[in-house]
């Protein structure tokens, strides 16, 4: 959809950051909820159509320290193991804080989502 020297995509796209212990942080929870905020206002100064943030639990809590900096922002849960198990995440505020809109579960030994 974009030309090759876009500097912008033709559409306001939604954006998940990535909080996976996979990932590179730091051993410091507050340089990460720093890095964290620096990517939300980067992405919302270039007017994406949303921000959230994708996690399970116990690694976001491992990253941030269990910050509740974003309690604004959509929470993308992983981590149930059955459809039954992410619809019961969708039942509860995400480890933002907010909202979960979308739940994580394994099913045929790949990973599928519910919309909350």
Known sequence: WAEPDATRTPVANAWWLDVETANSWR?????????????????????????????????WYAITGWTDEFADYPSWVAGASTLSGALDVCRGDGFTGG??????????????????
């Open 27 to 59: 051993s410091d929870p507050t340089l990460n909820v720093a890095a964290l905020h620096g990517a939300v206002d980067y992405l919302e100064s270039m007017e994406v159509a949303s921000v959230g943030f994708y996690s399970a639990p116990r690694m």
């Open 99 to 116: 909202p979960v809109v979308m739940a994580q579960f394994q099913q045929d030994g790949l990973d599928a989502n519910v919309t909350c």
